[in-house]
């Protein structure tokens, strides 16, 4: 729906490759990984060895630098809107409504904590590498998101993978995302009295957020197998499935029986 409405991201979904079957983000996760490999050696790069440098007053400053860098959520929005057209699953168009407006925000938290690495006189070598490494890890953490959207179908039976990469994806920014920022955030302001961007009340509603989710995983939307089918359901689905699952069973037993009945009937004319 957006993706038509926005001219770029037409110009996306026309480079990317369109799976025949149908599923629309079977290459948004290989094109995000394929990214933040070149990406992350590149700020680690940048800001390990002249960040600090970059003269104020010249046409490539640290504000260019950021600006720059504040490319990567963008890119991300385009690159899951250009194929979000296609499936009509209303579960699936949630999901990408909910995860552009995370990730896009905790790519922009890891722009802005990069930023206390232009002036590192008042960070020490610990900080510093704590804030490069977690900003990189943030990089790439959406390839878990984008392959939950290739891997789940999001079928409106609850029908689910028994596996969940969504959960993986949550835990993971919970522990390597708004945790360690949350913190690094409030030693910086304890420690060296820094100014602390207003993006630590977003570490705190993230990890809010983060073990509502966990919550509502374990409570709703585990992967249950049903014995009959051998398939895996949402938790709050499989009482719905099973009932389904065996009068289907029983039917199909009772036509095999009927069958049988007709063919030893034939064999007795
Ligand atoms: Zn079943």
């Given at each position: 729906?957006l993706?038509?409405?926005?001219?770029?991201?037409?110009?996306?979904?026309?480079?990317?490759?369109?799976?025949?079957?149908?599923?629309?983000f079977?290459?948004t996760y290989?094109?995000w990984?394929?990214?933040?490999?070149?990406?992350?050696?590149?700020?680690?790069?940048?800001?390990?060895?002249?960040?600090?440098?970059?003269?104020?007053?010249?046409?490539?400053?640290?504000?260019?630098?950021?600006?720059?860098?504040?490319?990567?959520p963008?890119?991300f929005v385009?690159l899951v809107y250009?194929h979000h057209?296609?499936?009509?699953?209303?579960a699936r168009k949630t999901y990408v409504q909910i995860l552009v407006s995370s990730v896009t925000l905790d790519l922009?938290?890891?722009?802005?904590?990069?930023?206390?690495?232009?002036?590192?006189?008042?960070?020490?070598?610990?900080?510093?590498?704590?804030?490069?490494?977690?900003?990189?890890?943030?990089?790439?953490l959406p390839v878990l998101a984008l392959y939950e959207l290739k891997h789940n179908?999001f079928?409106?039976?609850?029908?689910?993978?028994?596996?969940?990469f969504k959960?993986?994806y949550v835990?993971s920014f919970?522990?390597?995302?708004?945790?360690?920022?949350?913190?690094?955030?409030?030693?910086?302001?304890?420690?060296?009295?820094?100014?602390?961007?207003?993006?630590?009340?977003?570490?705190?509603?993230?990890?809010?957020f983060?073990?509502?989710e966990?919550?509502?995983?374990?409570?709703?939307?585990?992967?249950?197998?049903?014995?009959?089918?051998?398939?895996?359901?949402?938790?709050?689905?499989?009482?719905?499935?099973?009932?389904?699952?065996?009068?289907?069973?029983?039917?199909?037993?009772?036509?095999?029986?009927?069958?049988?009945?007709?063919?030893?009937?034939?064999?007795?004319?």
């Open positions: 729906m993706s038509s409405s926005i001219p770029i991201c037409g110009l996306f979904r026309g480079w990317l490759v369109k799976n025949p079957k149908g599923n629309d079977t290459a290989v094109a990984l394929s990214y933040a490999v070149h990406f992350v050696p590149q700020v680690v790069t940048i800001f390990e060895v002249f960040a600090d440098e970059l003269d104020k007053d010249s046409f490539l400053n640290p504000n260019f630098l950021k600006l720059t860098l504040s490319i990567t963008m890119i385009c250009s057209k296609s499936r009509e699953s209303f922009f938290d890891s722009v802005e904590m990069l930023e206390y690495l232009f002036d590192k006189k008042f960070i020490s070598s610990s900080v510093e590498i704590a804030i490069i490494l977690f900003s990189s890890i943030n990089f790439c179908e079928r409106e039976t609850g029908q689910v993978p028994a596996v969940s959960l993986l835990l919970l522990c390597f995302v708004n945790v360690p920022f949350l913190a690094i955030r409030a030693y910086l302001w304890h420690a060296f009295k820094l100014d602390v961007s207003i993006l630590i009340a977003k570490n705190i509603l993230g990890i809010y983060g073990f509502a966990i919550y509502e995983y374990y409570s709703e939307t585990m992967p249950t197998r049903c014995d009959s089918c051998n398939e895996t359901f949402a938790k709050s689905h499989i009482k719905n499935h099973i009932k389904a699952c065996i009068s289907t069973t029983d039917q199909v037993e009772t036509e095999g029986s009927d069958e049988i009945h007709e063919g030893q009937q034939k064999t007795y004319l």
